[in-house]
């Protein structure tokens, strides 16, 4: 059973240019988790969804961050228009419900330039 | 604003001796504690977990306990292994909510 997986591992931006993070949950599990961890700062909330639904992105910022998991295929996190502060590791998490733990995959490390 | 806090960014702890890592939190609406365990280049990896409605919860050597008058939970892994040396997270919910608060870590090393 694969777990939460993540990709790309590794992605390099310059500034301006739009950044496409891919998440695939776990089987089975149709809840879907965006945390981002700055340096030396811990994981912080981005936005919750589940299928075809955001139900919660309080945590996402309002301009050039969007967030989507469509009925098939994977979550995926966009960001456009790229700046040096976007730099951090972004991680996924998943749950079968939002009362269970959640799994986190191995997160995308965006470097912008 | 840091809803929930460790204050101790690293810690060291002789191999086979009780490792003692401690998180605070200011929202009394909280009711459900995680402690994720992290590695480097990788994604944290659940631990352990506990209600509000406990003050302690065990699996093996990890045990978590809860003081909510104090706003406060500690994680305690004893014996320590050298495997155990990695970061430390907690987290935190409200039961009926989809946001789990995370502390900064604390940084575990057990020195064989």
């Known amino acids: 059973n694969a777990g939460v997986m993540q990709n790309p591992r590794h992605l390099v931006r310059r500034r301006g240019q739009e950044a496409r993070l891919r998440c695939s949950p776990m089987k089975g599990h149709s809840h879907v988790y965006w945390y981002r961890q700055l340096p030396e700062e811990g994981l912080k909330f981005m936005v919750y969804l589940q299928k075809e639904n955001i139900i919660d992105e309080s945590g996402m910022p309002k301009e050039r961050f969007s967030a989507e998991f469509p009925k098939e295929g994977p979550s995926i996190l966009r960001i456009q228009q790229v700046v040096r502060g976007d730099s951090a590791a972004y991680f996924c998490a998943s749950s079968p419900s939002n009362t269970y733990e959640q799994y986190f995959g191995p997160g995308t490390r965006l470097t912008v330039t | 604003d840091q809803q929930v806090k460790q204050n101790s960014p690293s810690l060291s702890v002789q191999e086979g001796r009780i490792s003692i890592l401690n998180c605070d939190y200011t929202?009394?609406?909280?009711?459900?504690f995680l402690w994720y365990k992290k590695y480097p280049a990788e994604g944290p990896t659940f631990l352990i977990s506990?209600?509000?409605?406990?003050d302690k919860n065990e699996d093996g050597r990890f045990t978590v306990f809860l003081n909510k008058s104090a706003k406060h939970l500690s994680l305690h892994i004893v014996p320590s292994q050298p495997g155990d040396s990695a970061v430390y997270f907690c987290a935190a919910s409200a039961y009926t909510g989809n946001q789990f608060y995370f502390g900064t870590g604390t940084s575990l090393t057990v020195i064989p």
């Open positions: 506990i209600s509000s409605i406990k």
């Open positions: 929202n009394s609406m909280f009711d459900y």
